[in-house]
């Protein structure tokens, strides 16, 4: 009954049903904060991209984007206030760690968004998909992650389904490691950006640590259900990562495994020291992956002018 006031019927104050003991009631009211994070600032792109600012307790703040998506929404989240992975290629990254999201912080930005659709867009608020690749590692904030996922597609929570959820990672090997044992069963992407130990630790510092070939087996071993893929997200930089040997060495990693490959080119931001290729080499870098029969898409960068496009969250540059 309570969860169903607060996942299904979306209510954010004291829960009322009205046959519920009193006891329980005032232990809830007491012990409990079903307050959702306060909407700081909400800014809309052309293309019906939304962005929310969203204010936490201690007054931090962290960026969750709704990005429409064939008439539904793709939401978001973010696991952690800034990222402690230093990625070099990223907004977010460069912004440092303050600390991690707790479970009801993460489920909140989705309530928070949810209510705003409602309000706003009440005739195409529909929310399809929902994706863990805003503000921070999530394998580097294990817990509360998956916590909030159990809550994204349990019966009693939002009763999502698990398909519809996936959780991106660079590559954090102690999170890897717990995955198949307690991770619910959702979607797993990893960011590769390069088959090559020596380019990806460039941009990934993290790879020094946890190189491929540790992190591969583990993400191998993570078991997807029967039509399920891998996501293998690779970001093009300009004259990095985007030449044909890079293609075909990823397509040679890749070739065999139930691999699906997102294609990103780079999204810039204030201050970014990379590029985004041409269009016809992204195209060129697709055709060779082609080649090697792993289905690829080209991500089209949503939400760029109001830097919502992944990579580009930065709550401290606001
Ligand atoms: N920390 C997780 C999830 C958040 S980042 C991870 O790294 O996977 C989500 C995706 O955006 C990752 O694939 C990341 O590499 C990519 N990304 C980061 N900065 C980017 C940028 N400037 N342009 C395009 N994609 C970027
Ligand atoms: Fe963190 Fe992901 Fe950005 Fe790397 S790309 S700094 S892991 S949010």
């Known amino acids: ?49 939304v962005k929310f600012l969203f204010e936490l307790r201690d007054g931090k703040k962290v960026e ?16 952690q206030v800034g990222c402690a992975m230093n990625c070099s290629f990223c907004h977010t990254g460069l912004q440092g760690f303050a600390r991690n999201l707790s479970a009801d912080e993460i489920v909140g930005q989705l309530l928070g968004a949810k209510t705003w659709l409602a309000n706003h867009r009440a005739d195409d608020a529909k929310i399809s998909n929902l994706v863990y690749m805003g503000q921070g590692e999530p394998l580097h904030n294990f817990d509360a992650v998956k916590t909030s996922a159990e809550i994204f597609i349990s019966q009693h929570g939002l009763s999502l389904a698990d398909h519809k959820v996936t959780i991106s990672t660079s590559g954090y090997a102690p999170g890897l490691k717990r995955w198949k044992q307690e991770m ?60 044909p040997e890079d293609a075909h060495a990823t397509g040679r990693l890749l070739r065999g495994k139930k691999a699906y490959i997102n294609l990103i080119p780079f999204n810039a931001f204030p201050g970014a020291r990379y590029q985004a290729p041409a ?3 992204v195209q060129a870098f697709k055709a060779v992956l082609d080649g090697y029969e792993i289905p690829t898409l080209i991500r089209t960068t949503k939400g760029d002018e109001i830097l919502a496009a992944c990579g580009q969250l930065n709550s401290l540059a606001l």
């Open 64 to 79: 969750t984007v709704l990005i429409p998506f064939q008439g539904k929404y793709s939401v978001c989240l973010s696991s």
């Open 184 to 243: 619910p069963d959702v979607n797993i992407a990893l960011s590769l950006h390069s088959p090559f130990n020596e380019k990806r630790s460039q941009v990934i510092p993290i790879n020094r640590r946890y190189p491929l070939e540790e992190i591969l087996p583990l993400v191998d071993a993570i078991p997807t259900g029967k039509k399920r893929f891998v996501t293998y997200e690779y970001l093009l930089l300009k004259d990095f990562n985007d030449g």
């Open 1 to 49: 009954m309570v969860y169903n006031w607060y996942y299904k019927k979306n209510r954010t104050g004291v829960c009322t049903e009205h046959n519920l003991p009193q006891k329980t009631k005032t232990f809830l009211a007491e012990q409990l904060h079903f307050a959702l994070p306060q909407i700081h600032t909400v800014q809309e792109s052309k293309d019906r991209t």
């Open 279 to 281: 269009a016809d080499k």
